[in-house]
Antibody, heavy 120, light 107 residues
Framework: EVQLLESGGGLVQPGGSLRLSCAASGFIFSNYAMSWVRQAPGRGLEWVSDISDNGGSTDYADSVKGRFTISRDNSKNTLHLQMSSLRAEDTAVYHC?????????????WGQGILVTVSS | EIVLTQSPATLSLSPGERATLSCRASQSVSSFLAWYQQKPGQAPRLLIYDASNRASGIPARFSGSGSGTDFTLTISSLEPEDFAVYHCQQRSNWPLTFGGGTKVEIK
């Protein structure tokens, strides 16, 4: 059974930093690209960042480019999102998501999500 | 950035009725469009990818069609568990983008 378990969320002040982690199990982690998708309270879904299966290629939404860094450790089946210079508009539930295939950026498994609140 | 516009925003139907949801892209996404279902307090669930491919375990009453800029998700006969919010997502161009969602509510 595929499982994605996020951790590291919480309350942070504007300008602060936070590191999210996602522990993956139930599939061959190193065979799949992974992404982070967020959802602000009462809002729609927003793709945040993507990393290729081997970690050699990354992409970011313009809204987080230069502030967030995605990474992965295939030896530990773990995905990370380092977030810095956080803003109030980054407040959202962040989901770790698995892609259907290495070139198919549709998301067939989602973690339950972790809440990040940016507020003073 | 490719903008996805979903319509209607809300669809009020009764169980057993047919639901037709639309997703329109601001430029062609070929067939690289997915549909998700989301219930309150839950993560989204993949229904359809690449316009018409049902994801694993998805009932046959869900079907997707379209290409280019116009796409449709059809639920042939609504079951009580189908009342939810539906999102579309394109993977044709970076950044990946989602539509604003269509809520299917009980009439």
């Amino acid at each position: 059974e595929v499982q994605l378990l996020e951790s590291g969320g919480g309350l942070v002040q504007p300008g602060g930093s936070l590191r999210l982690s996602c522990a993956a199990s139930g599939f061959i982690f190193s065979n799949y690209a992974m992404s982070w998708v967020r959802q602000a309270p009462g809002r729609g879904l927003e793709w945040v960042s993507d990393i290729s299966d081997n970690g050699g290629s990354t992409d970011y939404a313009d809204s987080v480019k230069g502030r967030f860094t995605i990474s992965r450790d295939n030896s530990k089946n773990t995905l990370h999102l380092q977030m810095s210079s956080l803003r109030a508009e980054d407040t959202a539930v962040y989901h770790c998501v698995k892609t259907v295939g290495t070139t198919t950026r549709a998301f067939d498994y989602w973690g339950q999500g972790i809440l990040v609140t940016v507020s003073s | 950035e490719i903008v996805l516009t979903q319509s209607p925003a809300t669809l009020s139907l009764s169980p057993g009725e047919r639901a037709t949801l639309s997703c329109r892209a601001s430029q062609s996404v070929s067939s690289f469009l997915a549909w998700y279902q989301q219930k309150p307090g839950q993560a989204p669930r993949l229904l359809i990818y690449d316009a018409s491919n049902r994801a694993s375990g998805i009932p046959a009453r869900f079907s997707g069609s379209g290409s280019g800029t116009d796409f449709t998700l059809t639920i042939s006969s609504l079951e009580p568990e189908d009342f939810a919010v539906y999102h579309c997502q394109q993977r044709s161009n970076w950044p990946l983008t989602f539509g604003g969602g269509t809520k299917v509510e009980i009439k």
